[in-house]
């Protein structure tokens, strides 16, 4: 029987379950091409946004197109609400595609939302088997946006302050958990795409990764803005532009997996 997630999105993924290497249980969606697909399959683990866990239905717009288009697709929970384990969960992730039949462990690749954008960036830092990384309106410096935030957005702001406490008492622990910290480390292509309009995570925050990551010696990332869509997908002044999002990140990543 299909899984309806929130606002009614059909998930038309499996219900699976992810073990960490610490042993915690992780609850996934996966999605595989049909049987006559042939020869072992590429991969890409697809890395919900938002401070909750269990958001399958953030990224279905992406997770069944993939698969139509060939790829096997895993979409990760979050062992907790907090970001520090992230990318452990999305290596976990890795060694349960590596594991499986039908997949080509050499070619996995990882795309993240938002917090999951973060979260994606981070995995790819750390870990080389992954090959290939995409944003959508990625948070990447989360103690300049939670700065940035104060004064204009308190409602952001006080998000922030339940999430992780106070950016002037704890900026190194919100260092540590932003993307732009890791930068550096990052060697695989990179395809950061953002919403111009996009007022939860400014384009900036791609912007700023992208030079950091350029300035670490990676000539293989770039940006991509996309005119007048905001955080969500959404395109003013009333519908979602998945498609054009997928039109961007879908002939990427076969190119390069």
């Not at 997949?103 to 960036?121: E, F, K, P, Q, W």
């Not at 998945?242 to 997996?257: A, C, G, T, V």
């Amino acid at each position: 029987m299909t899984k309806i997630g929130a606002g009614g999105i059909a998930l038309t993924g499996e219900e699976i379950a992810v073990e960490t290497g610490d042993g915690i249980r992780l609850n996934a969606m996966l999605y595989r091409p049909s049987m006559a697909a042939s020869g072992p399959r590429p991969a890409v683990i697809l890395c919900p946004g938002g401070v909750g866990t269990g958001m399958f239905e953030i990224v279905e717009w992406l997770a069944g197109p993939l698969r139509d288009a060939g790829f096997v697709a895993l979409t990760m929970n979050w062992r907790s609400g907090l970001p520090d384990h992230d990318p452990d969960d999305v290596s976990a992730g890795i060694d349960w595609l590596r594991a499986q039949p039908g997949v080509d462990g050499s070619r996995i690749g990882v795309m993240g939302m938002s917090r999951g954008g973060n979260a994606a960036l981070r995995a790819t830092a750390r870990d080389q088997r992954l090959k290939a990384c995409v944003t959508f309106g990625a948070v990447t410096d989360l103690l300049q946006q939670a700065q940035g935030v104060k004064d204009y957005a308190p409602g952001r702001y006080r998000m922030f302050l339940d999430w992780l406490g106070s950016p002037e008492e704890n900026a190194d622990r919100y260092r540590a958990v932003s993307a732009i910290t890791e930068a550096a480390k990052i060697r695989q292509p990179l395809l950061l795409v953002h919403g111009q309009h996009d007022m939860h995570s400014p384009p900036e925050q791609s912007l700023w990764m992208n030079e950091a990551v350029r300035a670490g010696g990676n000539g293989e990332s770039r940006v991509e803005i996309v005119p007048m869509m905001c955080h969500y997908g959404d395109v003013i002044p009333n519908h979602f532009g998945f498609d054009r999002l997928r039109s961007i990140i879908i002939p990427f990543l076969i190119e390069r997996l």
